[in-house]
């Protein structure tokens, strides 16, 4: 009894008290207009209801820094139950940190309680992770709880001000990442915070503080202890921020990548690989930079693929048949990252779905090329074709032949149909035999891979509607509204 009492008045390792530094408009430059409807409604019904609610996070920092936010979160002192009482459509989601879903037209807000700090009573794993976080507490331990100084800042709407306990207004100006309390400890309790570290620091364009930098080499294997689940989200983070390039040459800087993708290791180690995964994500940061849409399916496919081609050439070595081969070696490629980070099922499906296609493209003899184009995965796929041959692993001629043959018209189709070989032709009848997959998509010849350079010229397709999945990474918000356009 008598300890719990201690406990309490000789708070959960917080020395000094931070004194709230209150920043006027002047200062923050934040306009209240550019606070989504929806989360400047959630802040309204919240304080109406004699709470206090601020915009809180990403956001705050991203408007003081001159970004649009990709999402709002809200911070309250009411409890989740209160929260979900209050709105509509509301509801509590997580267990280890809990928090409420409010959706407001087409946005989601995530609404979180103040939260205390830890203290010894703290549910955690024998790494020091924490694993259970949902003891209520003051705004202050609030934000002493968040990570970063820049990432603990309070926005009210109504009085447009910001409220800093940890200077990171001051940091934001400065361009410097500091974290709040010893980053040592902190990475313990959540070594995801590593990563946070990297993509947030290439995002906002960053200094690392030393004492935020230098631990992350000697502590990145405490990322292997965290679920694969939560590893894959904060991947798509990484990988959909718009700096992709930039957060992976930090990761491998830092010697964090190892742990996250174990065949980009080796993927990145190989000329063709690097330059293929690199203008992935080069493409990939443009089309998030210019909002189109992105797909997690395509990306990883991309990044994967290198590792996928060794696989089946090995196995083709061995005598085993193309296609049987191809199905295999994806398997177990999939199979080896699905340790590490757990790539949703649907994602799965569409990155085996652009790999299969890839072999048909060798075929431009009889009808199988009028099929693919037919099919409705035929853009993605080409459009990996096309990174393939840019990077020097598929002829570019191939991937320009079919540029022309999908935008040309049905006689000129004709006119460009390569001659049968009698090699193609002894193959397709063998297989004409077999499963209709395998009479379509079996052609089996290896992807030509070259040594020189790529002409490095782009190709003469012309704007197509929507090249790729819909799928939009994480991101539940739609303010400002989810551009529709794609190139
Ligand atoms: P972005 O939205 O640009 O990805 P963010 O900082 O908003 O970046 P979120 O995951 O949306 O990232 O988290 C919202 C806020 O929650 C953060 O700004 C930070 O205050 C806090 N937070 C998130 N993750 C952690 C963490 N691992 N440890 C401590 N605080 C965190
Ligand atoms: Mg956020």
Not at 10 to 21: A, I
Not at 363 to 382: C, D, I, M, T, Y
Not at 431 to 445: H, L, M, S
């Amino acid at each position: 009894m008598i300890r719990k009492l201690l406990r309490r008045v000789f708070k959960r390792g917080e020395p000094t008290p931070h004194p709230v530094e209150i920043i006027g408009p002047e200062r923050h430059g934040i306009r209240p207009e550019q606070v989504s409807p929806g989360a400047r409604r959630t802040v309204d019904t919240l304080q109406q209801a004699g709470f206090k609610a601020y915009v809180v996070g990403g956001a705050v920092r991203d408007l003081i820094a001159g970004i649009v936010p990709k999402d709002f979160d809200v911070a309250t002192d009411a409890t989740p139950e209160q929260v979900r009482a209050l709105f509509r459509r509301a509801r509590i989601i997580g267990r280890r940190f809990q928090i409420v879903h409010v959706l407001q037209g087409a946005e989601t807000l995530e609404v979180s309680t103040f939260r205390a700090a830890h203290d010894e009573s703290t549910l955690k794993d024998e790494h020091g992770r924490v694993l259970r976080d949902n003891v209520w507490g003051t705004m202050e331990e609030d934000a002493a709880r968040r990570d970063f100084t820049i990432n603990a800042l309070y926005y009210d709407p109504a009085t447009q001000q910001v409220f800093d306990y940890h200077h990171g207004v001051r940091d934001l100006q400065r361009k410097t990442l500091r974290m709040i309390g010893d980053p040592r400890a902190r990475y313990r309790e959540d070594p995801v915070r590593m990563l946070r570290a990297v993509r947030l620091s290439a995002k906002l364009d960053l200094r690392m503080d030393p004492t935020v930098q230098a631990p992350i080499r000697e502590m990145a294997e405490l990322i292997e202890n965290v679920p694969a689940a939560r590893l894959f989200d904060e991947m798509l983070k990484l990988l959909f921020s718009g700096h992709a390039v930039e957060c992976l040459k930090r990761l491998r800087e830092e010697g964090l990548h190892h742990g996250l993708l174990p065949l980009l290791d080796v993927i990145l180690e190989q000329p063709l690989g690097e330059r293929f995964v690199m203008l992935s994500l080069a493409d990939t940061d443009r089309r998030v930079r210019e909002g189109k849409r992105t797909s997690p399916g395509f990306l990883f496919a991309t990044l994967l693929w290198h590792e996928v081609l060794a696989n089946w050439e090995a196995r083709k070595q061995r005598g085993e048949h193309a296609m049987p081969a191809l199905h295999a070696a994806m398997d177990e490629v999939l199979d080896t990252q699905a340790e590490k980070l757990a790539i949703t099922r649907r994602i799965i499906g569409d990155i085996k779905e652009i790999w299969l296609l890839q072999p048909r493209f060798e075929k431009r003899a009889g009808r199988a090329p009028f099929r693919l184009v037919e099919q409705p995965r035929f853009r993605a796929a080409w459009d990996f074709l096309r990174l393939r041959a840019e990077s020097g692993e598929a002829p570019q001629e191939l991937a320009d032949w079919w540029a022309a043959f999908a935008d040309a018209d049905n006689a000129s189709r004709e006119a460009m149909l390569k001659p049968e070989t009698a090699g193609a032709k002894k193959r397709r009848r063998r297989r004409a035999k077999k499963t209709v997959e395998d009479a379509e998509g079996a052609v089996p010849p290896a992807p030509t891979l070259r040594s020189e350079e790529a002409p490095g010229g782009t190709s003469s397709f012309p704007p197509a509607p929507t090249l790729r999945s819909e799928e939009a990474p994480g991101g539940t918000s739609s303010f400002p509204p989810a551009p529709t356009s794609s190139d």
